[in-house]
């Protein structure tokens, strides 16, 4: 190979590198919905709402023997009412469920298969192991979004700090010099 040969393939070399160092390659960025959905606080639930959510859920899954369709259909009613309460948008189920899937990759394909079972159940077309399927599917973002996370417990532990402070300087202002 002759000397400008060897010249001209050197610089291509060097030019490729410089492309490459210069711009990053994306080639598969699975962190622009975590980015994009990662400013969402949860909201944390009190216990009374956790303990009415989850009987609520108990009811769905007894009335499941008698009417499959319809225990389903208030499963995924009641999973958008628990996703909005825990901070999700409450605006389009789509979005919402994109959002869901941001922060619960794993679990968001069982609430997707729970909101398709409830189209097949409303057209005649599901069956009772697929309606059950979509319910178990469903059961595991709910236990997720009920769950008691550290975050929960750091949110009502700031909750009650703020209390006693409020309560120390209301009472502190009815007596004089204290504040």
Known sequence: MSVSALAILGVAVVLTVALVLARPVRWNDTSRP???????RMKPLSDAERDQ????WAGLQ????DSPAAAVTKAAELLDQL????????????ERFRTVAAVF????????????????????QADAESLRQALVGGRALFEEL???????????????????RRRVSVRGTGQGSRT
Do not use: I, K, M, N
């Open 62 to 65: 007894e009335r499941f023997v």
């Open 53 to 56: 959510y989850v009987a609520l």
């Open 34 to 40: 975590q980015r994009r959905f990662g400013r969402l």
């Open 146 to 164: 009920v769950a008691v996370t550290a975050q929960d417990r750091a949110l009502a532990a700031a909750a009650r700090r703020g209390r006693a």
């Open 105 to 124: 990759p794993e679990r968001a394909q069982g609430a997707l298969r729970l909101h398709q079972a409830c189209a097949e159940a409303a057209s005649g």
């Open 83 to 94: 996703t909005v309460a825990r901070g999700f948008p409450a605006g389009p189920r789509e």
